[in-house]
């Protein structure tokens, strides 16, 4: 499978990078093996973790993700094979958040304890943290890929005018640089990435992993009325997507999909990594069935006008 590099690192990876909000969570250990296993299989190997995973389920504490990634990578001895995303400042409990100097020496540890390893290479800012300056968390960042335990950073949810701030001073201060943005983008939601932080990361060649790749489900196709909700927990969210522009991107990749020999989400997920900005778009699964769609995708070529239906349809403006 071929690779891309990421922003202007040594990092070659994917184009395609598996989720692993689902590790722990909805996929148990075994599970979660399964579709580690497949997800190498087909030659892929970006994985993307965070410390917070699972801490959203009730007697979660945080790090059930990345222990799981740790406990395949160390059965299946396979470390050098891959790519270890993981990030850092979502709360992890009381004074446990944020990007200060000490939250980040901390955190990296607790994460490399539960990877069962020495390094990350590529350790993300979750989210921004505004009471902390820029120069304090880079700084941080920077000594510890002097001393081996992080190979690459990047952002995540972060605002265009603070990513080009972090950007400049990293310029000024020979700190190390974000290589990657994490926003949300996909068919349905575009406006915001286009607009704003789009131009910031071509004009640095700051690399691309949007999460939300299938629009929390939506674009798979599963949801196309409002008793189509009660389909999964996710269901709920879906009424945002369900509007006039969301039946019309449907439509479109239903169309293509037609004509490609392929399924919607197929279709949607190529579309991302066609984009000139993407590296790879993030996409999870909690079955190795469910990675079958995924990889497809990766083979998927889409031609110029399935392109422009599919960038017609999903138009902010129709």
Same mark, same amino acid.
């Given at each position: 499978m071929e690779k891309r590099r990421l922003g202007r690192s040594n990092l070659m990876v994917s184009p395609?990078?598996?989720?692993?909000?689902?590790?722990?969570?909805?996929?148990?250990?075994?599970?979660?093996?399964?579709?580690?296993?497949?997800?190498?299989?087909?030659?892929?190997?970006?994985?993307?973790? =965070?410390?917070?995973?699972?801490?959203? *389920?009730?007697?979660?504490?945080?790090?059930? $993700? /990345?222990?799981?990634?740790? +406990?395949?990578?160390? =059965?299946?001895?396979?470390?050098?094979? *891959?790519?270890?995303?993981?990030?850092?400042? $979502? /709360?992890?409990?009381?004074? +446990?958040?944020?990007?200060?100097?000490?939250?980040?020496?901390?955190?990296?540890?607790?994460?490399?304890?539960?990877?069962?390893?020495?390094?990350?290479?590529?350790?993300?800012?979750?989210?921004?943290?505004?009471?902390?300056?820029?120069?304090?968390?880079?700084?941080?960042?920077?000594?510890?890929?002097?001393?081996?335990?992080?190979?690459?950073?990047?952002?995540?949810?972060?605002?265009?005018?603070?990513l080009k701030e972090a950007l400049a001073i990293s310029a000024r201060m020979g700190l190390p640089r974000y290589e990657s943005l994490q926003p949300l983008y996909n068919l349905s939601d575009r406006a915001a990435f286009e607009r704003d932080l789009e131009p910031v990361c071509r004009e640095n060649e700051v690399g691309v992993i949007p999460y939300y790749a299938l629009a929390a489900g939506f674009l798979t196709g599963k949801y196309r009325s409002e008793k189509d909700f009660g389909k999964s927990v996710r269901g709920a969210n879906m009424a945002k997507y369900l509007t006039d522009r969301g039946r019309r991107i449907l439509t479109a990749l239903d169309e293509v999909a037609l004509h490609h020999g392929a399924s919607p989400a197929q279709v949607a997920v190529a579309w991302l990594m066609a984009q000139p900005s993407i590296t790879a778009p993030i996409a999870s699964a909690s079955r190795p069935e469910q990675l079958d769609d995924l990889i497809a995708a990766t083979r998927l070529r889409l031609d110029k006008a399935a392109l422009e239906h599919l960038g017609k349809a999903s138009a902010e403006v129709a």
């Open positions: 395609l990078c598996l989720g692993g909000n689902v590790f722990g969570w909805t996929a148990d250990e075994p599970t979660s093996f399964k579709v580690l296993d497949a997800f190498m299989e087909a030659g892929c190997n970006f994985i993307d973790t =965070a410390d917070v995973y699972s801490r959203w *389920v009730p007697g979660h504490e945080g790090g059930e $993700s /990345e222990a799981i990634i740790g +406990k395949w990578m160390k =059965a299946r001895g396979n470390r050098d094979q *891959v790519i270890i995303a993981t990030k850092v400042g $979502s /709360e992890m409990g009381p004074d +446990k958040k944020g990007l200060s100097r000490a939250r980040i020496m901390e955190a990296v540890d607790e994460s490399l304890r539960r990877l069962q390893t020495t390094y990350i290479d590529l350790y993300q800012s979750h989210r921004d943290d505004l009471e902390t300056p820029q120069e304090e968390t880079l700084s941080a960042y920077g000594d510890l890929i002097a001393s081996g335990k992080v190979r690459v950073i990047g952002a995540s949810n972060f605002t265009a005018e603070r």
